[in-house]
């Protein structure tokens, strides 16, 4: 007997298992007082509801290896679509709508879509752009079709939920998601079955998630997770590609009227969230026990007003690291974070990303440019030195979809298996912890040597009046300028010339005490430092280059 291992089939054994808990919950406006309302699916009901999508997309020739951009906001429909296509076996490919113009047409053209599953202001630019996705026959449009062709989503919903779906293995393509492009174009990582149920198994084990709890999303695609354990998701009332501009009011509303008992969400979500707790002297709900944050190091102001805003001393913010290409690979508390590490991060050690989660190996090698072909080529590096991040895991993806020479600079073979270059820098300590010192392609080489982007940024964070600062290099490796960037609190900006001169003393008065700083002999002010869509704290330093040419 073959055993499908297509991701969709844990939600039907969820439903099968608690058929009647709130899988899903979406706000859906206020009421005439200004309280939220919501909508909600229970698992059974998003089980049938995503059947019924299923079997409506294989009545139109949609099945295995079908390509289908998914492009909905967070909602009922896009998460019954997500598993309504794994369902058919076609391929789910996703794109951040925040990535800009030009990447986004870049990503879609690469892909070569069947067809788009999407709202129709993107459907009217796939038709304006249609010789640029000729392939494009299988369209869905979810909410109003005018005149381009194909079904809505409502007119899937009245197919049948008898739906019998393809058998498919775990190397079987399930998705296509593209990187948030903050070091360099975005490329698509290829997400097998397997490497799903990998991702869930190695989370619900290594958290201790107990089926029965309510998860706060602020990444849409965590309800993948969530109903793979059992977990309702809660989806915030929020634009998902701005979480730095999330309302912490809303967030608190939604932890409170469903009773969550985790939170997921980007490090911007929680800076606002901790602010607010510790300006309006708010605890948290008690049976909020867990926050995940990931995405980018979490300062340590952020973990100190989460901690102190949890509602119980067990209760922590865990940071796990990973990529888009493996996700999970480490993780760390904020109470280990605050007790044992901060003040060493403060001082230039870098960011402290915790152990290994089981059956994820790291090593640190030896920095190269250019492919590494096998692990034996690779050079490890002892305890404490500053090398290139590499790991194995279940859950690791195998390639970049249609990007061979991308995908041979990031993988290295190992027998049957093989490491994934993180593109990271970072050291191990000698109890097995990892320490994140910034991008391999954020190194700023100077003539005296290698700069590394987390170490330095974090002397300059020390001042009080520091939002956060981004290193960057100025002019030809190996003589570059090194150059930091300042980005203030709010209402810190130094708007005259007498206190930019005397910020600027004081930064410098902070790096010549470090000998990791003291070469740093330029500052300069920035309002707001360009950041990743996706995240919001991903600081994109390509885009500061210029721009600091131009003002020195």
């Known amino acids: 007997m073959t055993i499908s291992h297509n991701i969709a089939d844990r939600l039907s054994e969820t439903a099968k298992r608690v058929p009647d808990q709130t899988a899903v919950v979406v706000p859906n406006g206020r009421d005439g007082s200004g309280r939220a309302q919501y909508s909600q699916l229970t698992f059974k009901e998003l089980d049938e509801e995503s059947n019924r999508l299923a079997h409506g997309l294989q009545q ?55 067809g788009f599953v999407a709202i129709p202001i993107v459907h009217v630019v796939r038709i304006v752009n249609r010789r640029r996705f000729r392939s494009a026959k299988l369209n ?38 593209f990187t948030s492009g903050s070091t360099g174009p975005p490329k698509g990582v290829a997400y097998e079955h397997g490497m799903f ?88 709900p008690e049976r909020l026990t867990r926050i995940l944050s990931a995405g980018a190091p979490v300062p340590a102001h952020v973990l100190k007003r989460m901690q102190k805003a949890l509602p119980s001393p067990d209760a922590a913010i865990h940071t796990p690291y990973g990529a888009t290409e493996s996700l999970p690979v480490a993780s760390i508390s904020s109470r280990e974070v605050l007790e044992e590490t901060a003040r060493a991060s403060a001082a230039g050690a870098g960011t402290c990303v915790g152990k290994a989660f089981p059956q994820v190996r790291i090593k640190v090698i030896k920095i190269v440019d250019g492919a590494i ?58 109890e097995g912890r990892l320490w994140f010192c910034g991008r391999k392609a954020h190194i700023v080489e100077t003539s005296a040597g290698r700069m590394f982007t987390i170490l330095c940024e974090a002397i300059f964070n020390e001042h009080p009046d520091v939002f956060r600062s981004a290193l960057i290099g100025i002019g030809t490796k190996p003589q570059q300028r090194p150059v930091i960037i300042v980005e203030p609190e709010e209402e810190c900006f130094p708007e005259s010339q007498s206190t930019q001169q005397k910020f600027t003393e004081e930064l410098l008065e902070l790096a010549k005490a470090n000998p ?32 600091a040419e131009q003002r020195l």
């Open 140 to 177: 869905v449009t979810v909410g109003r079709r005018w005149m381009w062709g194909g079904k809505t989503y409502a007119q899937l919903r009245q197919s049948s939920d008898a739906f019998n779906g393809p058998e498919r293995s775990l190397n079987d393509l399930a998705a296509i998601i």
């Open 60 to 114: 139109m020739g949609i099945g295995p290896e079908t390509r289908l951009v998914l492009m909905v906001p967070p909602s009922l429909e896009f998460i019954a679509l997500t598993f309504a296509i794994f369902k058919t076996g076609a391929v789910c490919v996703l794109i951040d709508p925040g990535m800009g113009r030009t990447n986004i047409f870049n990503c879609l053209e690469e892909v070569e879509p069947h």
């Open 516 to 547: 990791i700083t003291e070469s740093i002999e330029t500052i300069l002010f920035h309002r707001s430092l360009p950041v990743d869509i996706r995240h919001n704290v991903k600081i994109f330093r390509e885009k500061l280059v210029p721009w």
């Open 197 to 284: 149920n990998a991702q869930v198994d190695l989370l619900q084990q290594f958290y201790d998630i107990q089926p029965g709890g309510a998860d706060l999303s602020g990444f849409p695609l965590f309800a993948l997770f969530n109903s793979a354990m059992g977990v309702t998701t809660v989806i915030p009332d929020m634009n998902p590609t701005r979480p730095a501009d999330a309302d912490p009011e809303k967030i608190l509303e939604a932890i409170r009227d469903h009773q969550v008992t985790q939170a997921y969400g980007s490090p911007a979500i929680w800076n606002r969230v901790g602010r607010y707790c510790e300006d309006k002297s708010i605890q948290l």
């Open 373 to 430: 072909l096998d692990i034996d080529d690779a050079i490890e590096l002892p305890t404490f030195e500053i090398g290139e991040v590499i790991v194995r895991a279940p859950s690791t993806t195998r390639e970049y979809y249609r990007r061979p020479e991308a995908t041979a600079q990031a993988k290295i073979t190992d027998g049957d298996s093989f490491w994934h270059r993180m593109g990271d820098t970072g050291y191990q300590d000698d």
